[in-house]
């Protein structure tokens, strides 16, 4: 988005070092990356960071105010109420559109948010790589809010394993061996020292909990969360029955709590005010459908990755909602192809981390990621048999 650097780099690129690059980064965690990796990071510009911060230390404030939780005390669902919450989430991911306003400008937008981490350690194995083989500009970072790598892995450890040793601390999923981000749970453990436990895998004595430790049974004190509980529910009738253990009360302490997945979320976007998040409303509370539903996008609040997105929405798709309370109507937004590209620009979307401390008045910016898309929509089956598009990460000015 800087035109300058984009030119250059664009100039400059090659298919050969491009491979290599992939090649070294495959070669961490040889079969890890299932995702296609992009040809480029996105550059920017302080004055588009200052916009982005803006906009998510906006929404911090809401979280943080001593009533969010009354406010979002129907966001999560019933049957999937976690005992033992906390006071924060550890962990917030902001993920805004870079778009196009009415004067042609570029300005961020909110797409979604979520209380739950992301590619938190396979972004500072992306960058370490990246560098390795293309020239980062002076002055251009992937870590924000101040932090350098090794202030941010610092930051994780006192976030996630605390004051306890690591083999008390464990990143849970579920199969994580087949999940296409399992990159970033081997990149945890290098960075980390904990290991990755299956939910299946978990052994339960009375509150406690363990897991086999090369061999060892050992204790589990705090847990790094990674399970997507729509997901979960997705699952066979045996791992339905062992997940019911995550609903009793356990002598464990959650990283984050797997509640903040819904209490921050598309739930809250109705709730924000701001200039770079759309207009959002929960179905069951519109008295007037807006007459021009075609810059409208519906959205289920209980889904994740884009499952179950209506993106050109007519009357007949909201009449056939059987649940409006569990559903929004969010304002499109118009995504900018501010990408330069060597065929056809791309669209992009950038994830803001926030890293939350026990012990901090708020949340604070640490990294991001980005994602390329030349598609409808940000997404792999929207990408097929295109370049220059897939995970990636942003350098911003400092």
């Known amino acids: 988005m800087i035109t300058s650097l984009r030119s250059a780099y664009n100039k400059n690129f090659t298919v050969e070092q491009y491979g290599n690059f992939l090649t070294d980064l495959n070669n961490v965690h040889p079969g890890t990356i299932e995702f296609r990796v992009a040809e480029t990071p996105v550059f920017i510009s302080k004055e588009f960071t200052q916009k982005t911060l803006d906009a998510c230390e906006s929404i911090v404030d809401i979280i943080v105010d001593p009533k969010f939780k009354e406010l979002t005390k129907n966001a999560i669902p019933k049957n999937i109420h976690v005992p033992n919450e906390n006071d924060h989430s550890h962990f917030i991911a902001f993920d805004f559109g870079v778009c196009e306003n009415a004067d042609g400008e570029f300005e961020p937008q909110l797409i979604e948010m979520q209380g739950f981490p992301s590619l938190f350690a396979y972004e500072v194995l992306l960058d370490d790589v990246f560098r390795k083989h293309f020239p980062v500009p002076r002055n251009f970072e992937a870590y924000l809010g101040g932090h350098n790598r090794e202030t941010y892995i610092q930051l994780m450890k006192d976030i996630i394993i605390k004051d306890e040793a ?5 990143l849970l999923e579920i199969f994580p061996e087949k999940q296409k981000t399992r990159v970033d749970f081997h990149a945890t453990e290098d960075y980390l020292g904990i290991k990755t436990v299956c939910l299946t895998k978990l052994i339960k004595e009375g509150k406690i909990l363990y897991y086999m430790n090369d061999g060892k049974k050992t204790l589990i004190k705090r847990i790094y969360n990674r399970v997507i509980f729509d997901d979960l529910q997705q699952q066979p ?27 921050i979320s598309k739930y809250t976007m109705p709730f924000i005010k701001h200039p770079y998040v759309p207009a959002t409303f929960f179905l069951n509370e519109i008295t007037q459908i807006p007459a021009d539903l075609e810059n409208y996008v519906l959205k289920p609040l209980f889904s994740f990755a884009g499952q179950g997105v209506v993106i050109d929405v007519t009357q007949k798709d909201i009449d056939e909602v059987k649940d409006p309370e569990n559903w929004i109507l969010q304002r499109k937004v118009k995504y900018a192809d501010a990408i330069a590209t060597p065929d056809v620009p791309a669209k992009c979307e950038i994830r803001i981390f926030y890293f939350w401390k026990d012990g901090e008045a708020r949340p604070v910016p640490a990294n991001n990621l980005a994602r390329l898309s030349k598609g409808k929509m940000i997404g792999v089956r929207y990408n097929k048999d295109k370049e220059w598009v897939g995970g990636s990460f942003c350098l911003f000015e400092k």
Request: proline share 9%; hydrophobic share 45%.
């Open 166 to 170: 690591p083999e008390h601390v464990i």
């Open 237 to 263: 009738a045996a791992v339905q029955e062992k997940r019911q253990l995550l609903f009793e009360e356990l002598d464990v302490e959650w990283v984050p709590h797997p509640n903040w997945f819904y209490r």
